[in-house]
Nanobody, 121 residues
């Protein structure tokens, strides 16, 4: 069993910055891919950023140059640094870890409960 939990959400003014983190725990052998998703009110969930096991990153166009995803493999943790936030970034942010469990090397695909990010003056 693998669990992930996000932290770091909150209220920030337009133009401000916020950092999110997400830590996985349980029978983890390796996390291959970390994803950050978000779901805004009344909208579909969208992929925000991805980081692979060799630190290859990708971002949706609307956050390129503003958001940075990074990972700490020793801590089974992923981060999302968000700068120059605007109201359109308001959403619940979820992290997603895809990897392999110890002992069996079976795959896992774990999701966090989400953390609210609100950008408002």
């Amino acid at each position: 069993q693998v669990q992930v939990m996000e932290s770091g959400g909150g209220l920030v003014q337009p133009g401000g910055s916020l950092g999110l983190s997400c830590t996985a725990s349980g029978n983890i052998f390796k996390i291959n891919v970390w994803n950050w998703y978000r779901r805004a009110p009344g909208k579909q969930r969208e992929l925000v950023a991805t980081i692979s096991s060799i630190n290859i990153t990708s971002y949706r166009d609307s956050v390129k140059g503003r958001f940075t995803i990074s990972r700490d493999n020793a801590k089974n943790t992923v981060y999302l640094q968000m700068n120059s936030l605007n109201p359109e970034d308001t959403a619940v942010y979820h992290c997603n870890a895809i990897g392999q469990m110890t002992s069996t090397l079976a795959s896992f695909n774990a999701w966090g409960q989400g953390t609210q990010v609100t950008v408002s003056s």
